[in-house]
């Protein structure tokens, strides 16, 4: 690991708006022992994403731009394939199987055809803040940096969005993510709930939640443009 890398991970590179909304955390105890958890894994091991997009949701979703919020669980853990979005990979690599599944689903919800690649900056860019409720991961490890830290910050994040923001739409598909719907003020804001976009589990309600269609009505009612949900 080169110094820039580390420098970013001691210091990390957030956008404004999330640096307000969230710099106690960024000083808690906690934050310093996930920090030398990073480093030191980055000693000895390949994790992912690269630290520069390890906060790539939140600094290509402003804490005001939020409109709708799709939460994950960890990162892919395949080479060149994280960059900071749930449920997204870089262009070039190949579409993973949730995702070809919630490509099928937007078409058949909106009718948007399914994109050729995997990348939903453009979504992002929209409003949708697509979290990961661990941000980093280790090579070909699954769930390997769940509990030490990351969980915490990210909890804090939805807790702030439901706090400070009115009107929201959170999308929580398959079992992880909604054990978040705790965090989140149901009388303020739309949850919509599923099972999981994976393979072992799409046919058990996931297929027909016409979740994009519904975020967008909401958003409609309460005076927000609707999300574009065509993938760029």
Known sequence: ???????????????ASWLEVLEHEFKAEYFAELKRFLISEKQKNQVYPPSSLIFNAFNLTPFNDV???ILG?????????AH???FSVQRGVRLPPSL????????????????????????????????NAVLTVRHSQAGSHQKRGWERFTDAAIQALSEKRENL???????????KKQLIATER?????????????????????KHFSKANDYLQQYGKGPVDWSVD
Request: charge should be negative.
């Open 100 to 131: 070809q599944n919630i490509y099928k689903e937007l078409q058949e919800d909106v009718g948007v055809a399914p994109a050729t690649h995997g990348c939903l900056e453009s979504w992002a860019g929209r409003g949708v803040l697509l979290l």
């Open 67 to 69: 409109k709708v919020v």
């Open 189 to 209: 804001h739309l949850v919509l709930e599923s099972a999981h976009p994976s393979p072992f589990s799409a046919n058990n309600g996931f297929f027909g939640s």
């Open 84 to 86: 900071g979005l749930c």
């Open 169 to 179: 739409v959170f999308i929580l598909w398959g079992n992880y993510a909604r054990a």
């Open 73 to 81: 669980q960890d990162p892919y853990h395949g080479k060149g394939q």
């Open 1 to 15: 690991m080169d110094s820039k890398d580390t420098a970013i991970v001691v210091k990390p590179q957030i956008e």
